[in-house]
């Protein structure tokens, strides 16, 4: 067992060992421009290609219905603006969760900086988005766009996309799915107009997104015109990593179904321990409808980055959405937007190969811990 | 507008960041009676969420947040028990 057991795959996933080895392959085989028509470059494009349909087949797409990214967060910003931007005809009104990742909201602030209106809409204590309210905000004339997350990145609810897609489907309006954190793990919800995903939280190299538009969809980047990427994400394409990234795709993706099993039995110990081992914590999240890997939960009275300190001397990289912990010096959206508690919080994401006992560790020495700060605050 | 309970107590929490707002509030509010208003003085943006949510786990009501004029909220919470 190693000496500090890795809890933040929501964060990012470690390299799969498949992508380590498709990634050295590549950085030989297919560094050429795959635009070109000699030889090296054929070879390239040929890698470059294989790699988008073994993708788009994981993630229910057709081939020419994705294109690769520098990140899951420029995929949003792409997808978010370049079908705003192609249907601008039809409205400048863009509907999102108030839980979604914050290339989502950034993304959206620009649209409303640039004259366009965006309604976020709220969610349940557990963060799961209210249906009824999304329902009637995609209802509303002049809707261009909505967007809404597959799982919550830091409390692992499940959001219900296909329910949502319906709904969009019956106003005509296409529904941005935010995959990050189910795809590799999950299969991918029925009724995404777009899609995004980002390689490294499935085990691939870090600067790979994927941005796919399914067909029909009316999209136009907002960016200069480039002739990559079926115009949709401008710049030379990242051969080596994308071909890395596939191959961590099909690796996780044919564990999955065994390996997320095992790591939901590990999640669901946690959320049922903690609040018998630590007094005063509420766990945060669906207990059921949940992304299999991510647990939070916050320790009433406890300074959210001290706890982080004092796991990290302990051998445990974990996340918080504590304010203390951000360098913005704000509580996490999503937190804020649930109505939980803020401070004292951490969030675990167990990665493939995490074990049993390492979980088991952590359990053994979290109570004493958060006795410990509460103690130096002065809390009896 | 409804009619704010004037508080039995205010504690000035101002300048102080979470979790030290919530522990001088669950430390103080046995200081006032039962159905007494407990003023939580603060500008820490996370009191703003983390009181109401102290008050759904320990059973007591958030009555409601003011905005105050120099910055925060007066955040007040009647005792239940």
Not at chain 1, 192 to 217: C, D, F, Q, Y
Not at chain 1, 333 to 346: F, Q, Y
Request: charged share 20%; glycine share 8%.
């Amino acid at each position: 067992m190693s000496l500090v057991a890795y809890f933040d795959a929501a964060s990012s996933e470690p390299l799969h060992p498949q992508a380590r080895e498709a990634l050295l392959a590549a950085i030989d085989a297919g560094w050429a421009d795959p635009a070109r028509l000699y030889g090296q470059a054929r070879r390239a494009h040929l890698l470059l290609e294989q790699a988008r349909t073994e993708v788009a087949e994981a993630l229910g797409a057709r081939p020419d219905e994705v294109s690769f990214t520098s990140s899951g967060t420029q995929a949003v910003h792409l997808g978010v603006l370049g079908t705003l931007h192609g249907r601008r005809r039809a409205g400048r009104h863009l509907v999102t969760s108030a839980v979604e990742h914050s290339s989502v909201l950034h993304a959206g602030a620009l649209h409303e900086r640039d004259g366009g209106t965006m309604e976020t809409v709220g969610v349940s204590l557990t963060g799961r988005v209210d249906l009824g309210s999304f329902t009637a905000a995609v209802a509303r004339p002049g809707t261009a766009l909505a967007c809404l997350q597959t799982a919550n990145h830091e409390v692992g609810t499940l959001q219900p996309v296909a329910e949502a897609a319906e709904a969009c489907r019956e106003h005509g309006v296409p529904l941005l799915v935010d995959a990050a954190q189910t795809a590799g793990r999950m299969p991918t919800p029925p009724g995404w107009s777009v899609l995004t995903a980002s390689a490294h939280k499935w085990g691939g190299p870090a600067g790979v997104g994927v941005l796919a538009v399914r067909k029909g969809t009316r999209f136009r980047s907002f960016l200069p015109e480039d002739e990559r990427e079926r115009r949709r994400v401008p710049g030379f394409e990242n051969v080596p990593a994308v071909v890395a990234a596939a191959a961590a795709l099909r690796a996780t993706a044919a564990e999955a179904e065994r390996e997320q099993a095992r790591i939901s039995e590990l999640v669901a110990r946690i959320r049922e321990t903690v609040p018998e081992i630590v007094p005063d914590v509420e766990v945060i999240g669906d207990p059921v409808e949940r992304a299999p890997h991510i647990v939070t939960f916050s320790c009433l009275y406890v300074d959210g980055e001290a706890l982080l300190t004092e796991l990290d001397k302990a051998g445990f990289a974990v996340s918080s959405g504590s304010s203390c912990t951000a360098s913005t010096l704000r509580p996490s959206h999503v937190l804020e937007a649930m109505g939980v508690l803020t401070h004292g919080n951490v969030r675990v994401s167990l990665p493939r190969g995490a074990s049993a006992a390492e979980v088991d560790r952590f359990l053994a020495v979290l109570p004493e811990l958060v006795r410990r700060i509460r103690q130096d605050a002065g809390v009896a | 507008m409804t009619e704010v309970t004037q508080p039995a107590l205010t504690i000035d929490a101002l300048g102080k960041k979470c979790p030290i707002p919530i522990i001088m509030l669950a430390e103080q509010i046995n200081y006032v009676p039962l159905n007494a208003v407990v003023a939580v003085l603060a500008d820490d943006p996370a009191a703003y969420t983390d009181v109401p949510a102290w008050c759904r786990l320990k059973s007591h009501r958030h009555v409601g947040s003011y905005e105050l004029p120099e910055g925060g909220w007066a955040i007040h919470v009647r005792r239940n028990y």
